[in-house]
């Protein structure tokens, strides 16, 4: 990975701090040299891990400099001991470096249950604080990694007013990923000057657009966390809705990169696969069909099998809760056509679909023929190694 990830203004550094069972870079943090606003979104899961619940609370106030994130546990269902250690884990990392300790966002990634090593966390802070530079979002990447078996890290540019602004994301996640919210850890920076009601504004569309149209397993973190911090160096500003549309487009990108990469590093994946529905009476029917569909273990199965078994793919769009007639459905894999007018097209057209099912990515469309409805999933199949490494996980 090319370590001139970049964002003006921000520097990030991961170390080992020996919170993990095997020695691994497994605490991270990132520093905004100046002030910074903020905006963040947070699992909907009604188990939230102490962390969460703190750093809902500080990005609500709209300004922030610093995240600190531990990986290898989660600091969740831990009572008032686990509430006073994420305290704690933002007043360390303020104290170091010489903030406010409410401008540091506290997130953590791991086993859910276990107490958190806050002496660990403590006595690693000057050893991280020293380890801060421009290009250490690579390290920081890779100590927020848990079951991920590569770092995600992406940077894009833009343009506003012939001023260039950068935004960088970090994310982690490979297994307990759903679309109910952001499903994972994902931390992105600009230098672009917005404030913070402009990131609030821009931020849930983008979500909903990519983190949260991707499943691996159909599971929601208790710890989910998206944060977007903009400093403002670049002179860059977002202000009119005209800016608002450059940022955003920038924003969405970067984003769907991001999902795109998630689920691809996906626990046991070796198939991505999208799910597109068309035809379909409105955009809200066909993305619960495309949903429906996404989270099938029938499907997903079929899937590692390389198995054209397109009646799975329709069965789960038929109990998705949708009108639609059965007998005008076409189904096509790629460009391939499987199914026409809700019957299958034959023996030769299946050993084509199978060849497409053998490649690392496709496309799965459904087309109703009842309404102009559009929507999308990305999914992914489910594989004997995803049983195997969420068998023993903790141990």
């Not at 969740?76 to 409410?102: F, S």
């Not at 046991?268 to 996404?294: C, M």
């Not at 034959?346 to 050993?351: A, K, P, R």
Request: net charge negative; aromatic share 4%.
């Amino acid at each position: 990975m090319s370590t001139n990830i970049q964002c003006p203004g921000f520097h990030a550094a991961g170390i080992s701090a020996g919170i993990k069972k095997k020695t691994a870079l497994d605490l991270g943090l990132i520093y905004s040299e100046g002030p910074a606003t903020v905006a963040g979104m947070f699992t909907r899961n009604r188990v939230t891990a102490a962390p969460v619940t703190l750093t809902k609370a500080r990005a609500a106030g709209g300004a922030g400099r610093a995240i600190i994130v531990n990986a290898g546990n989660a600091n969740c269902c831990t009572g008032a001991q686990g509430e006073a250690d994420a305290l704690a884990m933002a007043a360390a990392a303020a104290d170091g470096l010489r903030i406010d300790d409410q401008e540091v966002m506290v997130a953590s990634t791991g086993v859910i249950g276990l107490p958190l090593p806050i002496d660990k966390v403590r006595a690693g802070i000057p050893e991280l604080v020293k380890a801060l530079r421009p290009d250490g979002f690579v390290d920081l990447a890779r100590a927020i990694m848990t079951t991920d078996t590569v770092a995600k890290l992406v940077m894009r540019q833009g343009t506003l007013d012939g001023k260039t602004f950068t935004v960088l994301a970090v994310a982690k996640g490979a297994g307990m990923i759903r679309p109910d919210l952001a499903t994972m850890l994902c931390f992105v920076c600009t230098d672009a000057a917005i404030p913070a009601s402009g990131l609030q504004t821009m931020l849930p569309p983008a979500v909903e657009r990519s983190l949260n149209r991707i499943t691996i397993d159909g599971d929601t973190s208790t710890n989910d966390t998206i944060l977007l911090m903009a400093n403002g160096v670049s002179g860059a500003e977002v202000h009119t809705a005209a800016q608002q549309a450059v940022f955003q487009a920038v924003l969405d990108d970067i984003l769907m990169d991001i999902a795109r990469r998630l689920v691809k590093d996906g626990e046991g994946v070796n198939k991505v696969v999208e799910i597109q529905v068309q035809g379909a009476p409105s955009d809200a029917d066909a993305l619960r069909i495309a949903d429906t569909v996404a989270h099938s273990p029938l499907v997903k199965t079929a899937f590692f099998g390389e198995d054209a078994n397109w009646g799975r793919i329709v069965a789960a769009a038929g109990r998705a809760g949708v009108a639609f007639d059965p007998h005008q459905v076409d189904i096509f894999f790629n460009a391939v056509q499987m199914v026409k007018g809700g019957q299958g097209c034959g023996q030769e057209i299946e050993d084509q679909v199978t060849a497409v099912m053998k490649q690392p990515e496709f496309t799965v469309t459904i087309d109703l023929h009842q309404g102009d409805g559009r929507g999308a999933m990305l999914t992914c199949d489910f594989s004997i190694d995803y049983i195997k490494i969420n068998a023993d996980y903790r141990s």
